[in-house]
């Protein structure tokens, strides 16, 4: 497959590698019966962007921006658990939260469609999320490695209305949804209709996600 990912930061490396992290988290959960491997094991390390509102006014926003924090997966038996890392005040990673929801479940489900996709298998692509708070949006980046390729955008989670759950998306057209979403936003003085998952957590299942994609994407 030709998802690559981005190299870590040495400390996030030695500190992941260490594992005392997942083991704490294990001990500090063991009455929820959540089973941590051990091992170090990682799955589909990537960076997480997050963006501001205002961020929104410019669709250059993610060139060149450093990443806000770092996410991994890991096994706990027949799901995974995403550990978000962040940087505290003296600048050293450590862990924010703990997700195991339907967007996890989601990304899972996006990367198993990766493995199938014929694009995704001969195009070379970095791995990463954006994550827009203000309006709820929680995307997977697929970032273009030569100049003849185009970055993909896929939403994931919750979706508000103006994007589509799953949807293959241009830089150009996602950054101009986004646009709409923050302008229906300030209008409605922050109401967004969220279309998709509830918020409970989806039944986990074996099907893969039906795709859509922009016109102005190649064919999958």
Not at 46 to 59: E, I
Not at 69 to 86: M, N, P, Q, T, V
Not at 101 to 108: A, K, L
Not at 115 to 142: G, N
Request: proline residues 5%; charged residues 20%; negative net charge.
């Amino acid at each position: 497959m030709a998802i690559t990912y981005i190299k870590i930061p040495d400390q996030l490396h030695q500190l992941i590698t260490d594992g005392a992290v997942f083991s704490a988290y294990q001990q500090d959960h063991a009455n929820e019966f959540i089973k941590v491997h051990k091992a170090h094991h990682e799955h589909h390390p990537h960076p997480l962007y997050v963006l501001s509102s205002n961020d929104l006014r410019h669709a250059d926003c993610l060139d060149g921006r450093t990443a806000d924090a770092w996410r991994f997966l890991k096994d706990a038996g027949d799901h995974h658990l995403a550990f978000e890392f962040h940087k505290n005040k003296e600048g050293e990673f450590e862990v924010h939260s703990v997700h195991e929801g339907h967007r996890t479940q989601q990304f899972e489900k996006i990367m198993e469609m990766f493995d199938r996709s014929l694009w995704t298998k001969i195009f070379p692509y970095h791995l990463a999320i954006v994550e827009v708070p203000a309006l709820y949006v929680s995307m997977v980046w697929l970032q273009a490695r030569f100049f003849f390729m185009q970055d993909i955008f896929i939403p994931i989670g919750q979706v508000p209305h103006f994007l589509q759950l799953n949807k293959w998306y241009s830089k150009k057209n996602v950054f101009q949804q986004l646009q709409v979403g923050l302008s229906h936003f300030k209008e409605t003085g922050g109401g967004l209709k969220i279309e998709g998952n509830s918020i409970a957590s989806p039944k986990r299942t074996t099907e893969l996600p039906h795709v859509e994609q922009d016109e102005d994407l190649p064919a999958l």
